[in-house]
C-alpha cells in the first residue's frame, strides 16, 4: 500500500511583480516527500531551490505570486490563512536556516529565545519550558547545558548554535522538517558533526525532510530521493545513485562531472602534501 505523502507539490510557479517588470522565478515544480524519508533539492545559487520552499512555506511577500497544489497532510497551505500558516511554522513544520547567527536576536540570551519560541507553540509551564530546554541541548550533546542558556549568541561557535537550531527544529516534533544549505555557513569540522546529528534524526524520528543544498557529497549521505533545479525548473529527479551514475540531463552531468574535478584536484594536493612531509 502506498502511503500518503506528508507534503505534495504540483506544477508550482512563482512570479515575481515589480511594474513595470514581471520575472517568472519557478516554472511548474512538482515532488513529493513521505514520512521518514528525505528528499534532497540540489543545485547552485539561483536554481530556484530556495525560493521553491520559501513558496510552500508562505515567506513570500505580496509581490510575489505563488500559485500550483502544495499538500501538507491532506491540507491546502494555499488556501490557508496567515495566521494558520503561521501557527505551522515552527510546530507542524519546522526550518533549520543557513546561517544560525542570523536566526539569533544578539541582544537576548539563548535561554530566553528557546523559551520564545516553545511558549508560542505550546501551553508549558515556564518550568516545563526550562525542562525541556535542558533536555534539548543534553540531547544535541551540548556540554553544561545550564550555562549555555545563559549565554548571548555571540558567545557560542556557528557550529553549537546550529545545533541548537536543530534541536529547537525537532522538540515540538514536527511532521516536517526543512533544511536550507544548512551546512553552508559552519567549518568543515563542524559540518561533519552537523550531519551526523541529521542523519540521528532521521533515523530515530518519523518526520520527513526537505535539503537543501549545493553539495553533491552531502546530499548523496543523507537523500532517499533527490531533485536537481537549473533557472527555476527541476531538471533531474531520481535516487542519488541513479542521478550520480546515470544522469540524463546536460546541466546535472555537468555538476558531477565539475564535483569528480574538484576531488581529484583535492586528492593530489593532499598527496604532493603528503609528499613533501615524508621528504
Known amino acids: 500500500m502506498v502511503s500518503t505523502p506528508v507534503l505534495s507539490v504540483k506544477n508550482l510557479n512563482v512570479v515575481f511583480h515589480q511594474e513595470p517588470k514581471k520575472a517568472h522565478i519557478v516554472h511548474n515544480v512538482s515532488f513529493s516527500v513521505h514520512a521518514g524519508r528525505c528528499l534532497g533539492i540540489l543545485g547552485e545559487s539561483g536554481s530556484g531551490k ?18 500550483g497544489n502544495i499538500q501538507f497532510q491532506g491540507q491546502n497551505l494555499l488556501a490557508k490563512s496567515n495566521e494558520q ?53 543534553e540531547l544535541m550533546r551540548i556540554h553544561h547545558p545550564q550555562e549555555v542558556l545563559h549565554k548571548y549568541p555571540h558567545q557560542l561557535s556557528g557550529g553549537m548554535l546550529q545545533r541548537i537550531m536543530i534541536g ?17 555557513a559552519i567549518d568543515s569540522i563542524s559540518r561533519y558533526a552537523i550531519m551526523q546529528e541529521f542523519l540521528r534524526i532521521k533515523r530515530s524520528t518519523s518526520a520527513a525532510m526537505i535539503f537543501i543544498s549545493h553539495d553533491l557529497d552531502i546530499l548523496n549521505m543523507i537523500s532517499d530521493e533527490l531533485i536537481v533545479m537549473h533557472q527555476g525548473r527541476v531538471t533531474e529527479s531520481g535516487t542519488p545513485a541513479e542521478i550520480f551514475e546515470h544522469a540524463r540531463d546536460p546541466y546535472t552531468r555537468e555538476l558531477i562531472d565539475r564535483h569528480h574535478e574538484v576531488m581529484k584536484a583535492f586528492a593530489a594536493a593532499t598527496q604532493i602534501g603528503v609528499n613533501s612531509d615524508a621528504t
Open 168 to 184: 529547537l527544529a525537532i522538540t515540538l516534533k514536527p511532521d516536517l522538517i526543512v533544511c536550507d544549505e544548512p551546512t553552508t
Open 50 to 67: 530556495s525560493m521553491t520552499c520559501k513558496a510552500f512555506l508562505r515567506l513570500l511577500d505580496k509581490n510575489f505570486e505563488v500559485s
Open 85 to 137: 500558516i503561521r501557527r505551522m511554522r515552527g510546530s507542524r513544520i519546522t526550518m533549520v536556516l543557513q546561517n544560525p547567527m542570523n536566526c539569533f536576536d544578539p541582544l537576548y540570551r539563548i535561554g530566553e529565545q528557546i523559551a520564545e519560541t516553545l511558549r508560542s507553540h505550546t501551553d508549558w509551564s515556564a518550568a516545563q519550558i526550562r525542562e525541556q530546554s535542558v533536555a534539548m541541548l
